[in-house]
């Protein structure tokens, strides 16, 4: 079990100001004051409702091994299984991705890993080197956001490791991403539903794929979810609605009695993709298909839980108004939100990418008659990893996968490699001059030269002896 030890520089910060609407044991004079040792589950959170229990969630280890195997396989050859054989990739993202690579995977799925490599701030003709985060995460930002940003920091997942400290690594890095979308792309700013995003991601890669993860989600997963006046979420209030008509229509017709608007249960779910509402090992098996099927599985997964919840006549007994079923909808039973049921039945709902875009064609119609032309025009939809990487077919450096550790040659190690060839090279060559002698003179003098040759033989083969050695040494040296 991993421990989250407050103090002695392992968790800076104290532990403060949990969520204001989350009840939580922490608080007391010792625990604030940075002398608490706290234990975790195995995603990092501390407490609240998304902490994991650790039943029936383990693979056996030798399950886990081989699934890694794999999925280093595909990530070495990336292109080509997305473009040969994405139904065996989008049948492993299903059975889940493993947690070692999970950040990865993620940023191979969603397109991320290209748009870091494509923007690293080398175009012709220019001499910047600079990442493109680096550049926007040195400016200083507008002011009217910061202050949003900064007040929301810590609603972000209060009850994980990585952002119960105020002010500390997590928060940080939080702040860093989201500052950077909105100078990225300054006409939409900062959203509160794209803290979670972010906040999920980092849990998983560091900042700047973090914010590269954020680019692709608001612009090719969700485009319009987190512009000014919301359309593009009301308007896939509207789809999930005419949708439902057709997988539970006794919940759809309850709905529609008490005039329950979509945009009154959905919001949540879809801005911010289930990562405040389920539990965590359910988030994470929700994410790894949505980031290779796309927004589908949202869809699907908002379908499962109304259809479980408002399914049946039986069920709405308890509910015959219109806040007994919001009510009914905030408190979702914990069995429908179980990892292995859901994701068997969002497997299996037949909704597809055809479905969604047909009903949205129909939607965006009704929406022009009612309420005119939409205010904010958003990129098409792409959906899931096929359709990105299709869109913008990436070359091979850029699929190419970067060491995040670098371990450089101490120079010292280097000079003597080269010392040790120079005195081989030198000794070869007395080698040579002796092997290359005149022949011998069968009646020698004192003075003769083969005598005083015989006489250094041994100390002369000490001598190489030593020399061999010492390159040997230094031969056997490792480069990490």
């Known amino acids: 079990m991993a421990k989250l030890q407050s103090g002695n520089g392992v968790q800076r910060g104290t532990v403060e100001s949990l969520a204001e609407h989350e009840s939580s044991s922490l608080g007391s004079d010792s625990e604030l004051n940075g002398f608490t040792e ?50 065996k990739v989008k049948l492993r993202c299903q059975k889940g991705i493993p947690p070692s690579l999970r950040g990865r995977a993620w940023l191979y799925l969603s397109g991320g890993k290209v748009k870091k490599e494509q923007n690293q701030g080398k175009f ?32 972000q997942f209060p009850f994980h490791e990585m952002f119960v400290a105020r002010g500390g ?3 940080q890095d939080l702040f860093r991403v989201l500052k950077a979308y909105t100078l990225h792309r300054p006409e939409e700013g900062y959203c509160q539903a794209q803290a979670p995003i972010a906040a999920v991601l980092l849990m998983h890669m560091p900042a700047e794929d973090a914010f590269w993860g954020l ?17 593009a979420i009301q308007l896939d209030g509207e789809i999930l609605f005419a949708l439902l008509k057709r997988v539970a229509p006794v919940a759809h017709r ?9 945009i009154l249960y959905m919001t949540e779910w879809f801005m911010c993709a289930f990562s405040r509402t389920l539990p965590w090992a359910s988030v994470l098996r929700m994410w790894d298909m949505f980031f290779c099927e796309g927004v589908k599985i949202v869809f699907r997964v908002g379908l499962v839980l109304l259809k479980c919840m408002l399914g049946s006549q039986e069920k709405l007994k308890a509910c015959q108004g219109q806040y007994e079923t919001m009510e009914l909808l905030r408190s979702i039973e914990p069995r429908y939100m179980q990892e292995a049921f859901l994701v068997q039945e969002v497997i299996e709902l037949p909704v597809s990418e055809r479905d969604i875009e047909k009903e949205h064609l129909f939607q965006l119609r009704r929406w022009k008659e009612t309420n005119g032309e939409l205010h ?33 040659v101490p120079q010292t190690t280097e000079s003597k490699m080269e010392k040790g060839k120079k005195a081989k090279s030198k000794m070869q060559k007395k080698t040579d001059m002796k092997n290359t002698s005149p022949p011998l003179n069968p009646y020698p003098l004192p003075s003769d030269p083969a005598l005083v ?24 040296d490792t480069y990490l």
């Open 38 to 87: 706290i234990q975790t589950d195995k995603y990092g959170f501390i407490g609240g409702a998304q902490q994991s229990t650790g039943e029936n969630d383990n693979i056996p280890p030798d399950v886990l091994r081989q699934r890694e195997a794999k999925w280093l396989d595909m990530l070495n050859s990336w292109d080509k299984w997305m473009a040969k054989k994405h139904k």
């Open 254 to 262: 309850h709905l529609k009695k008490y005039k329950i608007d979509p």
């Open 453 to 476: 040759s015989d006489t250094l033989a041994p100390s002369e083969s000490q001598h190489l002896q030593g020399s061999n050695q010492s390159l040997s040494s230094t031969e056997n």
């Open 169 to 171: 690594h997590g928060q």
């Open 376 to 408: 904010c025009k958003s990129p098409p939809r792409m959906h899931g990893a096929k359709a990105i990487i299709a869109a913008e077919p990436p070359s091979r450096q850029d699929l190419k996968q970067n060491p995040t550790i670098i371990v450089e």
């Open 124 to 155: 012709q003709g220019s001499k910047s080197h600079d990442a493109r985060f680096k550049e926007l995460d040195s400016q200083p930002g507008d002011p009217k956001w910061l202050d949003v940003i900064e007040r929301d920091l810590h609603r």
């Open 215 to 231: 680019v692709q989600i608001c612009e090719k997963y969700l485009p319009g979810y987190y512009s000014a006046g919301l359309e």
